[in-house]
């Protein structure tokens, strides 16, 4: 198993999703996946739940069926700025943020735009800890200058599963991305983007390009879950 810890997955909150929370659990422990992160997505995409579902996950124990569930989103960026559709009020109990684009929050730009969307995000909101699927090609971005204030400011790339499997030219991208990364000595988290509770961990795609670049262990934040709790347990402190 490429990753112990699956940091991008949606429950049923996120109506284009079709598992529970329990659902996902089940499933993790079956596949030794020792922990994901409940990500489903913030208030400004269509799909998404109430901003209530983020303030009582604190409801939500913290392991259930012997896997570790932490409490998280995928948050959207709202504009050129790296603005994100959730405040720190809404974030101060979350304890895992993905901040990805999507199309009906925010239309795509320039390269140059939708880049400086990402090193804004970075730069200015201490909340986020990685950003999500950028190798989708609606997105067109610079991905040497995103891996290097990413390394700089002890920030994540996803390589992202979804992507890789069902949209177009992210196979290629993420491709580049790893090369770039692994030169740059930039840390990735590669998530399955789950919807469904049997594709929690399920890495295959990444696994085949991580094998071609020979992109170093040591860079997958997440190949140890240890290392995401202590980094969880102490990132804001």
Known sequence: ML????????????SHAYSTVKEMTEAAAEK??????????????P???????????????????GVRVLKGVEANIMSFDGN??????????IEWVVASCHIPVIKPGTVEENT????????????????????TRNYPVDFEKI??????????????????TYKPGSRENAFELLKICKKMETNIVVNTDAHYCSLIGKTTVSE????????????????????VIEYISGKRN
């Open 147 to 164: 891996a290097g204030v990413c390394k700089e400011y002890n920030r994540f790339i996803e390589i992202n599963e979804s992507s890789l």
């Open 116 to 135: 400086n969307a990402y090193i804004n995000l970075i730069k200015n909101n201490r909340a986020v800890d990685a950003i999500g699927h950028c190798t």
């Open 47 to 65: 799909d998404a739940p109430h901003v209530w579902h983020f303030h009582n996950l604190h409801v939500l124990p913290e392991k259930i069926c």
């Open 208 to 227: 085949e390009l991580i094998k071609a670049v020979e992109f170093p262990e040591k860079l997958i934040f997440n190949a140890d879950a240890e290392r």
């Open 32 to 45: 030794g996946v020792k922990a994901f992160a409940l990500t489903d997505h913030a208030p400004s995409m």
């Open 3 to 14: 990753i112990e810890a699956d940091l991008h997955c949606h429950s049923i909150a996120s």
């Open 84 to 93: 994100i559709d959730m405040t720190d009020f809404d974030l101060k109990d």
